[in-house]
């Protein structure tokens, strides 16, 4: 019998979790009727999938930005265009 590598599992360890974080974990688990460690699975594969971006989306929305700026950026327009976003 012939394993792929993407078929095989892993065996993660967590070590030093929170007792309020495990408390939560059990509590979601119990709610979404999963065992600890199927909750676990779930959140990870959850965030795992959320990294997924559409390169083409985004390298379009980057050339549509830069078309609309012409000329040069200084170090004040970083620094007033940073205060702009923190206000």
């Known amino acids: 019998m012939v394993l792929k590598w993407y078929l095989m599992t892993a065996t993660l360890s967590l070590k030093e979790v929170p007792a309020t974080t495990h408390r939560a974990l059990k509590d979601r688990a119990a709610m979404n ?25 985004t390298l379009s929305r980057a050339r549509e930005l830069r078309g609309l700026f012409s000329g040069k950026i200084t170090e004040a327009d970083l620094f007033a265009a940073k205060r702009m976003g923190r206000a």
């Open 33 to 57: 009727h999963r065992s600890l460690n199927g909750e676990i699975l779930a959140i990870l594969e959850a965030a795992v999938r959320s990294q997924n971006i559409d390169a083409q989306a």
